[in-house]
């Protein structure tokens, strides 16, 4: 905070509230804004209704409520006042939605209610908002906003966190705009004293997009649409079959009044053949041609099921609203396909949120605080965004502006516009989603540029796998290609296990996990010469691996290779897919959002079971080898209580405190009420504990401490636990490679895949011109596919060994090493040892 700024107020109280459309993610929100500001020193509050409940305020409240007991504290607490905040017995009113409770406590008439830190407990895994949500016409109106105004001030809120749509932030802004004027009036009614007038003169707020469509500007993400994507895709996995059983045809409505995000995105996540959106209606005029034209080709060869997907908003070029009843009767009547209408509506809202929806509300949740800590009446009210894998502010009303542009850009039929105004990632889904589903006939280059391009999967599976192969065969069939699948990595091609693949035998590929053309990790040094000499009988012009650090260290064995055998100088291209995300250089690598969800499902049902019989802390171990990402971002993502990390290690001094805080922490629970916790620890743990243990004692007491050792992780914290807790463990191991690859690793599959393939044309097209007998390949032409603050990179691979731990095979930098402390910040560690 930048000194001349004014220092909070310890004793300022922060109120959130949730408004408009649901979305999945807003109890994160809620949950990480009450404990970020309590960590910050404040008053936590929720709004429930959303505006509704500003407008109502307290003022109806039947009698005054005691708030519940504190604990008895006996222990000496490194910071005491945490306990003020600990609870105040709403929690729960909440959570069970009854208002009302059977010792008295009722919610009944109170709508803005302070809450502690125990009250939010659990919230993460609900869908929905628990705080509840409305539309309200009396906010709209300048009188409904002067009661809203009067009630924070009576209740002595200071600042406002808003969590939904475009319409709630418009909100926001208006309210924050005239809040001197509704002060003013106040003043004049002689509803507040001049006191108050001083103290409340300045209304901090700040907003956080809450919205399934994606449809806001300035920020890559909004809260919730990630879940009701996983929600549609979970959908449309489910109908592909049974269309494929009948050779149906399913249109499919999914929402999205302005924005396509999540039709688009499902469509490629679920391999769809033809899309409408409200940005880019069908070039074709009538569409319906290019329609029947597009399904009559993958009819023609063979494919038994055909997926169309229809937004809500979906339109033609003259802004004439496309619906799905309409596209069924076309293709029932123009090509006879029995065809069925699916309308997804609400279940696409609902469900528990997907981890990247814990994740970004979490951090959106404890940047929205610290906005509201450094507001100043100069600053604007922000809108907590994330761009490029970063949290960032942006002012709330250019957002909105920007957002509002998009729908006046298509209502003036301007759709290049309206494109412009979606992020480049957007017209980048869409090209992608036309060239891996659309099936041209027509080649598309001259022969001599055509290859032969070996595909290979290495190490371990990891979602998304099948689908970047898939992307890359279709890519390959489009441009008059030759896709050559290599099984079992670089042994099935000294087996000569490899076959052409075809459009239509992928085409199932996109939700499948594991690795459908076989996996290996053998490294092409098992016998380089016999490696380059079936590149040479197959002539394979080029090589796309798809793996993990043993690809990547695979494909620097066969650059380094290129100094003994020619075979080697053809384009070479490393897509990173692996659960442990420890190729260096990229953020995220195919198959760990997939791991991340496979996680934060087993740990949901872990901890439901660990509360149900008794306190229990269930140890959980992860996979990811020496590389701490599926542990500290998973810990993160299921609000786990301790999480060890490979890249932190643990020590004698570290488990004791753990222990003590585990224990302080079940002391300060409510009496009688079992409560389930988890830890987190990555899968080599035991080994070094043991270590710490041994190397911990001298040469008398060794004996005993080698008993102790023998003893797992889990079984010295029941042993300490005592009375107070028990534990188990749980190992996830092989479960975590997921069965169904996310949305989020198919639709990353579809865009690196395609890359990768731009990148192995533009350097066999620069080999084309050296003279055919010398040519060579230049270091470039050998790279790892990164994501870089969201931007795509090929970096050479020579690049990468730079940045890498090649000891401990991971990256020498990682974006989410500051996430353990804030893992232990917000189960307030600091505060309880
Ligand atoms: P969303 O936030 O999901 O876009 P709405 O557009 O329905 O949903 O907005 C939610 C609530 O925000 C409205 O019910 C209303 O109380 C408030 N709101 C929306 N627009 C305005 C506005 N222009 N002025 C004041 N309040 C507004």
């Known amino acids: 905070m930048a000194p001349d700024q004014p220092q909070p107020s310890s004793s300022m109280k922060l109120a959130v509230l949730t408004s408009g459309g649901d979305s999945a993610g807003m109890n994160a929100v809620v949950r990480a804004v009450v404990k970020a500001g309590i960590l910050k020193g404040c008053e936590a509050w929720i709004v429930r209704e959303g505006y509704e409940g500003l407008v109502r305020g307290n003022l109806e409240a039947e009698a005054p409520f005691a708030p519940e007991p504190l604990p008895e504290i006996t222990m000496k607490l490194h910071d005491p006042s945490f306990i003020q905040n600990l609870r105040f017995g709403d929690g729960e009113l909440l959570r069970d939605g009854t208002g009302d409770h059977p010792g008295g406590r009722s919610l009944k008439g109170r709508y803005i209610v302070r809450v502690g830190w125990d009250d939010v407990r659990g919230w993460f895994a609900e869908g929905g908002t628990l705080i509840g949500t409305a539309r309200s016409a009396a906010f709209r109106t300048p009188e409904g906003r002067l009661t809203a105004a009067h009630n924070l001030i009576i209740e002595g809120i200071d600042a406002l966190v808003v969590c939904g749509g475009d319409g709630s932030l418009t909100g926001a802004d208006i309210f924050r705009s005239e809040w001197p004027k509704l002060v003013q009036q106040l003043r004049a009614d002689g509803k507040i004293t001049d006191e108050q007038v001083t ?16 449809d806001m500007s300035m920020t890559d993400m909004t809260i919730g649409a990630s879940t009701a994507l996983h929600r549609i895709c979970e959908a449309i996995d489910n109908i592909n079959s049974t269309a494929s059983s009948h050779s149906r045809a399913f249109v499919l409505e999914v929402m999205g009044r302005h924005c396509g995000w999540l039709a688009l995105q499902a469509s490629i996540s679920a391999g769809a053949d033809f899309i409408f959106i409200p940005e880019r209606p069908p070039k074709v005029n009538p569409w319906e041609d290019e329609l029947c034209e597009a399904i009559k080709r993958h009819r023609a060869i063979g494919k038994r099921k055909t997926i169309v997907i229809v937004a809500e908003g979906a339109q033609d070029s003259d802004l004439k609203p496309i619906h799905a009843e309409y596209v069924k009767d076309v293709l029932a009547e123009r090509l006879g396909l029995d065809t069925r209408v699916t309308t997804l509506g609400h279940t696409q809202r609902g469900g528990r949120p997907c981890a990247y929806d814990r994740i970004l509300p979490t951090l959106q949740g404890v940047d929205a605080v610290n906005a509201l800590l450094e507001s100043t009446p100069e600053t604007p009210s922000y809108m907590i965004g994330i761009r490029e894998n970063k949290i960032i502010r942006v002012p709330l009303m250019e957002a909105v502006e920007m957002t509002r542009a998009v729908s006046a850009a298509i209502s003036e039929k301007d759709f290049e516009k309206a494109m412009s105004f979606r992020d480049p990632e957007f017209s980048d889904s869409l090209q992608g989603f036309h060239i891996v589903s659309e099936l041209e006939t027509e080649k598309k280059l001259p022969l001599e540029q055509r290859m032969r391009i070996g595909i290979m999967h290495i ?56 690795s459908e053309l076989g996996t290996n990790r053998t490294q092409p040094d098992i016998d380089l010469g016999t490696v380059a000499a079936k590149f040479q009988e197959y002539n394979l012009q080029a090589l796309f691996m798809i793996g993990g650090f043993e690809a990547f260290t695979s494909l620097l064995i066969l650059e380094n290779g290129r100094k003994y055998y020619p075979a080697f100088h053809i384009p070479m291209v490393h897509l990173p897919a692996t659960i442990s995300n420890n190729v260096p250089m990229t953020e995220f690598s195919l198959g760990s959002d997939t791991s991340l969800n496979a996680l934060v499902d087993a740990c949901d049902a872990i901890k439901q079971s660990a509360s149900a019989s008794r306190n229990r802390v269930f140890v959980v171990e992860t996979q990811g080898g020496r590389c701490g990402y599926l542990a500290t971002v998973g810990a993160l993502a299921v609000g786990a209580n301790i999480v060890y990390t490979p890249e932190h290690g643990i020590s004698l001094d570290t488990l004791r405190d753990d222990v003590k805080f585990l224990k302080r922490r079940y002391m300060l629970d409510v009496k009688g009420k079992s409560e389930g916790r988890i830890v987190i620890r990555y899968d080599h743990l035991t080994c070094v504990l043991r270590l710490c243990l041994i190397n911990a004692c001298n040469e008398q007491k060794r004996g005993r401490i080698v008993g102790i050792y023998h003893r797992c992780h889990h079984q010295i914290l029941k042993e300490e636990g005592g009375s107070l807790f028990d534990s188990r463990q749980a190992s996830l191991g092989h479960t975590l490679q997921g069965g169904v690859p996310s949305p989020m690793d198919r639709a990353r599959a579809v865009r690196l895949s395609l890359k990768c393939m731009a990148f192995i044309e533009k350097h066999h097209n620069l080999m084309l011109q050296q003279p055919t007998k010398s040519r060579s390949a230049d270091r470039e032409s050998a790279a790892v596919i990164t994501i870089q603050a969201s931007s795509v990179q090929l970096v050479p691979v020579d690049e990468v060994v730079a940045h890498a731990d090649m000891k401990n095979r991971r990256g020498k930098r990682t974006w989410w090493e500051g996430m353990k402390e804030l893992v232990e910040a917000l189960v307030a560690r600091p505060q309880l040892i």
């Open 199 to 214: 103290r409340y003169g300045h209304l901090r707020i700040v907003g956080l997009v809450g919205s399934i469509d994606n």
């Open 459 to 514: 190490g371990a599976p990891a979602g998304g796998m099948n689908a970047a192969t898939r992307t890359a065969v279709r890519y390959c069939v489009r441009q008059g290609h030759t896709p050559l699948g290599i099984s079992n990595g670089f042994r099935g091609l000294l087996d000569d296990n490899l076959h052409e693949l075809s459009w239509l035998g992928v085409d199932s590929w996109m939700a499948r996990g594991g």
